[in-house]
């Protein structure tokens, strides 16, 4: 591994204008990085990853590296980019256990943490160095959200977000009440009312997306947020129909192969599937089925009746009548992207939210309602890991300033 590593380190050109590092959509150092680690300075190397992003391991493992670092990479046009994302990996994790400081001075003020996702955890990490007390409420019994239950273990190992959890935010001090939905026993008025100056709301988009077409109700038919978070406890059969073809359907493809299914297909109206490449080269291997041009009519009890569709020249699809076919199968996945529940917003009052019942917040992760903060897919909708953290830095020392200006740097 080290050997691999370090042969890769030596094919980076040290560009003067590295696009590697414009194509990351939280700028990593790439070429400093690189550089510290040829001469030997690892644990250098490795604070400097984690002082830009908090959660550099998980990102190693699960970005799209093919559209952003490495897809930039000048030696990309003519061969093999520099395999950042293994550096990036053999670094982070290699620093990591040497990671044993204990939490940063207290300043005495008290910030809340709603959702522990990429956003939510990215934002007590980085409150938490500057000395707040920090609290993380999670709706469910770990912290990680839709990085320990949207995203299957062989992508992302579960041991990662435990050695995270441990190093960035038992050893910090931050603490977590686990299982509480805010918005339930307890609301965002509660929070003011007990000290917290500020109120940080990163809590994902976990409601599906619907279909609304007859027989999703059925018992045979589930959604890809739902399975993804426990698939274990799912019996899907050996043949599977998934509709959607993103990258979700294919974490839950690979899933589903992965427990015993045998036939698993994947169908979209499109012409090519939305997923990465990466994802998608992946999941043919494996031995994923793809249909194109099908659009879901009826969910059956032991299939899906599909509608042929062709693209129009004004680019909208248009259904071929008479084409109407039914895919027999076992089990049903839809997925079709998810959207945002709305507990807090209906027991908050002043917290605005858009039509599709995101946050409505500025660039700086202000909300409608003063001393309220938010960000990640909350806000903007399903995006990347580490989009939610590139944003939400910002918003960390939006919420760090608010706090100076309204509180002191002491309470």
Not at 25 to 30: A, G, H, K, W
Not at 220 to 243: C, D, M
């Amino acid at each position: 591994m080290a050997l691999h590593i370090l042969d890769e380190a030596n094919r980076c050109l040290q560009c003067k204008k590295p696009q590697c590092v414009q194509g990351c959509p939280i700028q990593t150092p790439i070429p400093e990085i690189v550089a510290l680690l040829k001469e030997n300075r690892l644990d250098e190397a490795g604070k400097t990853l984690f002082e830009n992003n908090p959660l550099t391991t998980v990102c190693s493992l699960i970005c799209n590296h093919e559209k952003q670092c490495e897809g930039h990479c000048v030696l990309n046009k003519k061969g093999a980019p520099v395999h950042f994302s293994a550096i990036e990996n053999y670094i982070s994790s290699a620093y990591a256990p040497k990671m044993v400081k204990g939490p940063a001075k207290s300043n005495g003020h008290k910030v809340a943490i709603v959702g522990s996702g990429p956003a939510g955890l990215t934002i007590a990490i980085i409150l938490a160095r500057y000395g707040y007390q920090v609290t993380i409420f999670e709706g469910k019994d770990k912290i990680g959200g839709i990085l320990r239950h949207g995203i299957p273990e062989f992508r992302l190992p579960k041991s990662v977000l435990d050695d995270l959890q441990y190093r960035h935010i038992e050893l910090k001090g931050i603490k977590i009440r686990p299982n509480i939905r805010i918005g339930d026993a307890i609301g965002i008025d509660d929070l003011f009312r007990d000290g917290y100056k500020a109120i940080f709301i990163g809590t994902g988009v976990w409601r599906p997306k619907v279909l609304h077409i007859k027989g999703e109700s059925f018992g045979n038919v589930h959604f890809a947020i739902n399975y993804l978070s426990n698939p274990n406890v799912y019996k899907l059969g050996e043949r599977v129909t998934i509709i959607g073809a993103g990258n979700a359907a294919m974490d839950v493809a690979r899933t589903a192969i992965r427990n015993g299914s045998r036939q698993v297909t994947c169908f979209t109206p499109e012409a090519k599937v939305a997923a990465s490449d990466y994802e998608f080269n992946y999941a043919a291997l494996e031995g994923v089925q793809f249909e194109y041009h099908l659009k879901p009519i009826e969910i059956l009890d032991d299939g899906v009746i599909f509608r042929q569709v062709k693209e129009a020249e004004d680019g909208t699809l248009q259904e071929i009548e008479g084409s109407d076919k039914v895919y027999p199968s076992d089990s049903v996945i839809i997925a079709i992207s998810q959207g945002p529940r709305n507990v807090i917003v209906s027991t908050t009052s002043g917290l605005e939210a858009n039509a599709s019942g995101l946050l409505v917040a500025d660039e700086k992760g202000n909300t409608s309602r003063k001393g309220i903060f938010a960000s990640g897919d909350v806000v903007n909708g399903a995006r990347t890991v580490v989009e939610a953290v590139a944003h939400s830095k910002i918003v960390a020392e939006s919420m760090h300033q608010y706090i100076l200006e309204e509180y002191g740097p002491n309470a």
